[in-house]
């Protein structure tokens, strides 16, 4: 089969160097790609590390090769462009059409998917002149990745940091896979909880339970790929930020819920994918519950912890709203999931089997979406991001 071709372009931010590695990335997975650097990020990563590592001649601008027509055929033959960094001088040249080198000509003459992963200083990217050419670029199909919050360019923090070059990845191998279809979540805004709580018995230990969070970073991943702007309540994860979406760290219950209801407030769809422990200490051991020698240890009182799900559900923070949950069942489960669906009143429940060696840490996963209405889509056992295009596929639906 042949490989299916990638422009990387590469504009010029100190970032430049990172994009080696995501350059590293798609060639070692089968992906033929092509580097179009400006001339402006050639004084941070020189054209002859871009020529050994694609395997490919590297040129920046139009006159190079001319009976060939690069600026025509360089976009044409492309089965995905992805520009990273992309500076804001990039993000303003491509909203408005400009086209000075052989990057901007290629960007106007792609017709398939085209990511953008910004990176710049935290002013520049709040910029009105930015925001609205990120939205121009967004509301002709482009992915536009949020950029991270981190250390920046000399002392400075912020947002505006170049996502890790392997969540990039990520991201450009959704979109690959979606092929030409069009970004359906674009300027949908999604919040999803992934993980696991833990509720502190004591300064050493917790009651929690076995949730990796993966199949919430799932979720994430595919949705920014569709398009979406994402809020991820992660919960004792560990693991990396998706890029493209705004990271909420949180422990509770409790504090899930508190950003769970601030992050819903303008929420077009809220999905419950994080395993909240249904009950807490009633009492918190302010010192390490000592084991005394002959003596049982006092039973620990529990009480319930808020029902998110069901609140979010009941009270919705704006109409149309979807809100999707997640049931991980032991026995009966397409029975247990049906009366969890009715009782907590959210429009579609993911209902999936698990035990020690099943869901929980795996990278697969095998369920049924319940709907509302009385539907069910089987979801058989696969990676966990087929499973969130189902659930996806399902509320965009809704959505529309």
């Given amino acids: 089969m042949e490989k299916p071709k990638v422009v990387l372009g590469v504009s010029g931010g100190i970032a430049a160097y990172k994009a080696c590695e995501l350059l590293r990335r798609l060639t070692e997975s089968g992906h033929d790609v092509r580097v179009v650097p400006t001339e402006a990020s050639l004084h941070f990563v020189g054209a002859a590390t871009w020529s050994a590592l694609s395997g490919h001649p590297v040129s920046t601008g139009v006159w190079d090769d001319v009976h060939e027509v690069p600026h025509v055929r360089t976009g044409q033959s492309a089965d995905l462009v992805v520009v990273a960094p992309a500076t804001a001088d990039m993000l303003a040249k491509a909203a408005h059409g400009l086209a000075d080198d052989l990057l901007t000509n290629t960007l106007l003459t792609a017709r398939c998917p085209v990511v953008f992963a910004p990176a710049m200083h935290t002013e520049m990217w709040e910029h009105p002149a930015t925001r609205e050419n990120v939205a121009t670029l967004r509301r002709r199909g482009a992915v536009v990745v949020e950029p991270a919050v981190g250390r920046l360019t000399g002392v400075d923090t912020g947002k505006g940091r170049l996502p890790d070059p392997a969540e990039i990845f990520e991201v450009c191998r959704r979109v690959l896979a979606r092929g030409a279809t069009a970004p359906?979540?674009?300027?949908?805004?999604?919040?999803?909880?992934?993980?696991?709580?833990?509720?502190?018995?004591?300064?050493?230990?917790?009651?929690?339970?076995?949730?990796?969070?993966?199949?919430?970073?799932?979720?994430?991943?595919?949705?920014?790929?569709?398009?979406?702007?994402?809020?991820?309540?992660?919960?004792?994860?560990?693991?990396?930020?998706?890029?493209?979406?705004?990271?909420?760290?949180?422990?509770?219950?409790?504090?899930?819920?508190?950003?769970?209801?601030?992050?819903?407030?303008?929420?077009?769809?809220?999905?419950?994918?994080?395993?909240?422990?249904?009950?807490?200490?009633?009492?918190?051991?302010?010192?390490?519950?000592?084991?005394?020698?002959?003596?049982?240890?006092?039973?620990?009182?529990?009480?319930?912890?808020?029902?998110?799900?069901?609140?979010?559900?009941?009270?919705?923070?704006?109409?149309?709203?979807?809100?999707?949950?997640?049931?991980?069942?032991?026995?009966?489960?397409?029975?247990?999931?049906?009366?969890?669906?009715?009782?907590?009143?959210?429009?579609?429940?993911?209902?999936?089997?698990?035990?020690?060696?099943?869901?929980?840490?795996?990278?697969?996963?095998?369920?049924?979406?319940?709907?509302?209405?009385?539907?069910?889509?089987?979801?058989?056992?696969?990676?966990?991001?087929?499973?969130?295009?189902?659930?996806?596929?399902?509320?965009?639906?809704?959505?529309?």
């Fill in 184 to 400: 359906d979540l674009a300027g949908r805004h999604v919040v999803i909880s992934a993980g696991g709580t833990r509720e502190p018995l004591d300064p050493v230990r917790y009651l929690g339970n076995r949730s990796s969070g993966k199949q919430g970073y799932a979720l994430a991943r595919t949705a920014v790929a569709r398009g979406a702007r994402v809020t991820l309540i992660e919960a004792n994860t560990g693991l990396a930020d998706p890029a493209g979406a705004d990271v909420v760290r949180v422990g509770t219950a409790v504090q899930l819920r508190e950003a769970v209801l601030k992050a819903a407030a303008d929420a077009d769809a809220v999905v419950m994918a994080a395993a909240v422990a249904d009950f807490r200490p009633a009492a918190y051991a302010t010192g390490k519950i000592k084991k005394r020698d002959g003596v049982e240890p006092d039973a620990v009182a529990l009480v319930r912890n808020p029902d998110v799900l069901a609140e979010i559900s009941a009270e919705r923070a704006r109409e149309g709203q979807v809100v999707v949950g997640f049931a991980a069942e032991t026995d009966d489960v397409l029975a247990h999931g049906r009366e969890k669906l009715l009782r907590k009143g959210c429009d579609f429940l993911v209902v999936n089997e698990v035990g020690e060696a099943k869901t929980f840490g795996s990278e697969e996963n095998e369920a049924v979406v319940l709907a509302r209405t009385g539907g069910e889509t089987p979801v058989p056992h696969g990676p966990k991001e087929a499973l969130a295009d189902t659930v996806w596929d399902l509320v965009a639906a809704e959505l529309a």
